[in-house]
């Protein structure tokens, strides 16, 4: 009868410490959590998945963008394969409104990753909101990377050259 006690204290800690894990796993959203479908006459609304996410570690599944013009410490990830010919189409891209930019850590600011093929599984931290980058591109939605969220992917090694 004393081993009983035992083993509902470690049936508490296992509890525990499972929900503690559960907590800290990233969420999971999809491209589609993102805005209300369809779009209303006010256009694209946030969903209350996609509020409740922002500033939340993430864990998004989507396509890298292939760009003629690549930039360091960043790029684009979205539901499907894209290409963007930013020199013919300049600034009338075919990106789909769900278009995350994903940002390196800032150690790795410097880094320009090479376009990979096939989805991609990326966890960060998500923002949401209107925000300007230095070439003058507002983006919606930012995944900020972890310093090690591309440390499993294998085919993301840093080139020494920019495009």
């Given at each position: 009868?004393?081993l009983?006690?035992?083993l509902?204290?470690?049936?508490g800690?296992?509890?525990s410490?499972?929900?503690?894990l559960?907590?800290?796993?990233?969420?999971?959203?999809?491209?589609?959590?993102?805005?209300?479908?369809?779009?209303?006459?006010?256009g694209?609304?946030?969903?209350?998945r996609?509020?409740?996410?922002r500033?939340r570690?993430?864990?998004?599944?989507?396509?890298?963008v292939?760009?003629?013009?690549?930039?360091?410490?960043?790029f684009?990830?979205?539901?499907?394969?894209?290409?963007?010919s930013e020199?013919?189409d300049?600034?009338?891209?075919?990106?789909?409104?769900?278009?995350?930019t994903?940002?390196?850590?800032?150690?790795?600011?410097?880094?320009?990753?090479?376009?990979q093929?096939?989805?991609?599984a990326?966890?960060?931290?998500?923002?949401?909101?209107?925000?300007?980058?230095e070439?003058?591109?507002v983006?919606?939605?930012r995944?900020?990377l972890?310093?090690?969220?591309?440390?499993?992917?294998?085919?993301?090694a840093?080139t020494?050259?920019?495009h």
């Amino acid at each position: 009868m004393k081993l009983l006690p035992v083993l509902l204290a470690l049936s508490g800690l296992i509890t525990s410490t499972s929900a503690a894990l559960a907590a800290e796993a990233p969420l999971e959203l999809g491209f589609g959590d993102f805005f209300v479908q369809p779009a209303g006459p006010r256009g694209l609304e946030p969903t209350a998945r996609l509020l409740a996410a922002r500033g939340r570690e993430v864990r998004l599944v989507g396509f890298m963008v292939q760009r003629e013009h690549v930039q360091p410490g960043r790029f684009l990830l979205t539901p499907r394969p894209v290409a963007m010919s930013e020199h013919a189409d300049g600034e009338a891209d075919d990106l789909p409104a769900a278009t995350v930019t994903v940002l390196l850590p800032e150690a790795q600011r410097g880094r320009v990753v090479a376009h990979q093929a096939g989805p991609l599984a990326l966890s960060g931290r998500l923002e949401y909101g209107a925000a300007e980058d230095e070439t003058g591109r507002v983006s919606w939605l930012r995944l900020h990377l972890a310093s090690d969220a591309l440390a499993a992917q294998p085919a993301a090694a840093a080139t020494a050259h920019s495009h």
